[in-house]
């Protein structure tokens, strides 16, 4: 059984910086894809970055330039490390570990941007 535990989120000013961790129990973890997706109240879950399993990053428009996604194999980890935030991005942070077989959860960590 995978789990996955967000932590990092929390209350930042505009214009801050904030880092989210996502840390895999289990073994395939480095096989699989880890992606980080949010979701802001009233609107749908959007993906907003992407890491493969041989390092390769993919971004939302919105958020290129400002967050990058990175992950420590040998931690189990993947990290959202975001800057330049803005209230927009104001959201839930959920993780997902999407493998051959299945994909997995975190529970979220809220991030609000707001002075």
């Known amino acids: 059984q995978v789990q996955l535990v967000e932590s990092g989120g929390g209350l930042v000013q505009p214009g801050g910086s904030l880092r989210l961790s996502c840390a895999a129990s289990?073994?395939?973890?480095?096989?699989?894809?880890m992606n980080w997706y949010r979701q802001a109240p009233g609107k749908q879950r959007e993906l907003v970055a992407t890491i493969l399993s041989g390092g390769d990053t993919r971004y939302a428009d919105s958020v290129k330039g400002r967050f990058t996604i990175s992950r420590d194999n040998a931690k189990n980890t993947v990290y959202l490390q975001m800057n330049s935030l803005k209230p927009e991005d104001t959201a839930v942070y959920y993780c997902?570990?999407?493998?051959?077989?299945?994909?997995?959860w975190g529970q979220g960590t809220q991030v609000t941007v707001s002075s």
């Open positions: 997902k570990l999407v493998s051959v077989a299945s994909a997995y």
């Open positions: 289990g073994n395939i973890f480095r096989l699989n894809t």
